[in-house]
């Protein structure tokens, strides 16, 4: 039986192993409580995305293991489970990149996230009117092919699509990459009220702070592998650390980027 007082996800101390050679993660722990927005801070390589795929069960795709440590999906263990019985139990990733199909129109691609429901075709429907209702930028161009329609549209695609399996539990990699701060600000605006309105909770997997952290309640972050700062979203964003190596500001002000990267070899959380 599931202990109605954990979290709904809980990774502890995995380690991960690409090609049975390289370790990528070290000793991850982190929680998502039911309802939460969690973001996963890091940069380019940290080892954010590969996370999210031990949780979303994608590694072996890519020959990687989770070595050690286990996760835990509303009190259950996940290794026995497959990436699709965990997509019926309401996990779903969004991947970076968005990965719409370019050759179906933008409802056709939200008609694919809904391919493992049983729950009927009038259900299905109503569901795409909820995205619409979210996204009515997608309405306008449901009849557009997705490999067409501007990035932003794309990221709102592949989040309608998760939308469309029912998910308790959203894990979003990278939603801000490559899009416009305006739209950036509309799709975090959309997460928030997907949180609220609907139940869902997210982690995100980000490289922009400053907007991670102004919509999420919890932060971790992540550095060659491992978890070396956690905490509330709004302590972090007033951590002196955070504001240096992350939102590119100290107690001096605004800092170049050449020297927070100096500065970096000093960090106080890896003295």
Do not use: C
């Given at each position: 039986m599931a202990d109605a007082t954990a979290p709904l996800l809980a990774v502890n101390n995995i380690e991960v192993?690409?090609?049975?050679?390289?370790?990528?993660?070290?000793?991850?722990?982190?929680?998502?409580?039911?309802?939460?927005?969690?973001t996963l801070l890091g940069a380019n390589g940290a080892g954010k995305t590969t996370t999210l795929k031990a949780i979303s069960k994608l590694l072996q795709s890519e020959r990687g293991d989770v070595t050690k440590?286990?996760?835990?999906?509303?009190?259950?263990?996940?290794?026995a489970l497959s990436a699709t019985e965990l997509v019926k139990r309401g996990v779903i990733q969004v991947m970076e990149g968005r990965h719409c199909f370019a050759h179906l129109t933008v409802e056709e691609n939200l008609m694919t996230g809904g391919h493992t429901r049983t729950?009927?075709?009038?259900?299905?429907?109503?569901?795409i009117d909820l995205v619409y209702s979210y996204f009515p930028r997608l309405k306008e161009r449901r009849l557009a092919q997705a490999g067409y329609v501007s990035g932003g549209e794309q990221q709102m695609t592949a989040i309608g699509r998760?939308?469309?399996?029912?998910?308790?539990?959203?894990?979003?990699?990278?939603?801000s990459m490559g899009l416009a701060p305006q739209l950036v600000e509309e799709i975090f605006e959309i997460v928030k009220r997907l949180n609220q309105n609907e139940g869902v909770s997210f982690l995100l997997a980000e490289q922009n702070a400053n907007i991670a952290l102004r919509?999420?309640?919890?932060?971790?972050?992540?550095e060659n592998g491992r978890i070396v700062?956690?905490?509330?979203?709004?302590?972090?964003?007033?951590?002196?650390?955070?504001?240096?190596?992350?939102l590119g500001l100290s107690s001096a002000?605004?800092?170049?980027?050449?020297?927070?990267?100096?500065?970096?070899?000093?960090?106080?959380w890896l003295s």
């Open positions: 192993i690409y090609d049975h050679i390289i370790l990528v993660l070290k000793g991850v722990s982190l929680t998502v409580p039911e309802g939460g927005i969690v440590g286990t996760i835990e999906y509303r009190g259950e263990r996940t290794n729950d009927g075709r009038r259900a299905v429907a109503a569901d998760a939308l469309m399996a029912k998910p308790n539990l959203i894990l979003l990699d990278e939603p919509y999420s309640n919890y932060g971790y972050i992540m700062l956690d905490g509330q979203a709004s302590a972090l964003r007033q951590n002196e650390d955070v504001k240096e190596f992350y002000g605004r800092k170049s980027y050449r020297d927070v990267k100096h500065y970096r070899r000093r960090k106080r």
